[in-house]
């Protein structure tokens, strides 16, 4: 059985080329964005900021999809990792790319503008987040620390005072090793997190955990307001949402992968039919209809203008 990392030594690179995407279009109206084709190495987040912009967070910026076409950034160009968009811009870790005067790692950091600036929140200069979710509107940091030292303990933490302070909490109830963590928009005591042995829920905190599935190889965990998203693998990849309030479970239609699974997804906040996923392998799809029909955006590492086609 295949088993899927986001991080470590043997995360799959989600290493694509976004090749001829934005050519013949008009150039962006501002300077910090322009129409780009090149190659794009390891992915770790996407997300929809700024309203209708999708963007993925790569190891050097952001690529932005725009009315079907992608774009780069041209300042900033840092290797973001955890990368969670919010209702006013995003959050994220990660390394300073060549242009950026961030010290490294970059710590947590802010940005309002698309990334054009960033804002520091915690412990720049001293850790870099893999495992990073913030809540979409109450912006509750959740962190997991991997590599304990003297300024943060290994484990799970949280801040809710946006980074100003940080206390340990127990997550006990949790098994096998966290692959991704995700904060519920408003409540910040609701966090979810997938692990290589299911996934599991927490309504305190994190201080206790409850397994919501115990199918193995979780690989996303993802809220809205009434509901939580969530990824597994056992033969073939699944996308499964719960119902917060009713307790149910609906699996939602995804293109079929081989051997390969969803390592990131999103969906729009006002507009929760639609949504993106993207695989460990490079492939990236767009629906607008919850499912029923997806766009292929992303074919084994090249980058197409987002058509509207049926791809089940």
């Given at each position: 059985m295949m088993i899927f990392r986001k991080v470590g030594a043997v995360f799959f690179s989600a290493t694509f080329l976004l090749a001829a995407c934005g050519q013949g279009e008009e150039e962006?109206?501002?300077?910090?964005r322009e129409p780009f084709e090149g190659k794009v190495e390891h992915v770790?987040?996407?997300?929809?900021?700024?309203?209708?912009?999708?963007?993925?967070?790569?190891?050097?910026?952001?690529?932005?999809?725009?009315?079907?076409?992608?774009?780069?950034?041209?300042?900033?160009?840092?290797?973001?990792?955890?990368?969670n968009a919010v209702d006013n811009g995003f959050y994220t870790s990660g390394h300073p790319g060549k242009d950026s005067p961030l010290p490294n790692p970059i710590g947590i950091q802010k940005s309002n503008d698309l990334g054009q600036n960033l804002d520091a929140v915690a412990f720049e200069g001293e850790f870099d987040f893999h495992l990073m979710g913030v809540g979409y509107e109450n912006h509750a940091i959740y962190i997991w620390n991997e590599h304990g030292n003297e300024a943060l303990e290994e484990g799970l933490?949280?801040?809710?005072?946006?980074?100003?302070?940080?206390?340990?909490?127990?997550?006990?109830?949790?098994?096998?090793?966290?692959?991704d963590l995700a904060v519920h928009p408003t409540n910040e005591e609701m966090i979810a997190v997938a692990t290589k042995q299911g996934i599991f829920l927490s309504e305190d905190g994190g201080q206790t955990f409850d397994a919501l599935s115990e199918k193995p190889n979780g690989t996303f965990v993802y809220f809205k307001e009434d509901t939580l998203?969530?990824?597994?693998?056992?033969?073939?990849?699944?996308?499964?949402?719960?119902?917060?309030?009713?307790?149910?479970?609906?699996?939602?239609?995804?293109?079929?992968?081989?051997?390969?699974?969803?390592?990131?997804?999103?969906?729009?906040?006002?507009?929760?039919?639609?949504?993106?996923?993207?695989?460990?392998?490079?492939?990236?799809?767009?629906?607008?209809?919850g499912g029923k029909n997806w766009s292929k955006i992303v074919d084994q590492g090249k980058s197409e203008r987002i058509k509207r086609e049926d791809n089940h």
């Open positions: 962006s109206s501002t300077s910090y770790h987040g996407v997300g929809f900021v700024g309203g209708d912009d999708l963007a993925l967070a790569a190891h050097d910026g952001l690529k932005f999809y725009s009315d079907g076409n992608c774009q780069r950034t041209t300042s900033e160009n840092n290797d973001y990792m955890g990368f933490h949280k801040s809710l005072d946006e980074g100003k302070s940080f206390e340990a909490v127990e997550s006990s109830g949790v098994k096998g090793e966290i692959k998203t969530y990824g597994t693998f056992d033969s073939q990849a699944h996308v499964i949402r719960y119902a917060i309030e009713d307790q149910s479970f609906e699996e939602i239609a995804i293109p079929k992968f081989e051997q390969d699974a969803v390592a990131y997804f999103s969906s729009d906040p006002e507009e929760e039919n639609r949504m993106m996923i993207f695989s460990f392998k490079n492939d990236g799809y767009y629906t607008e209809n």
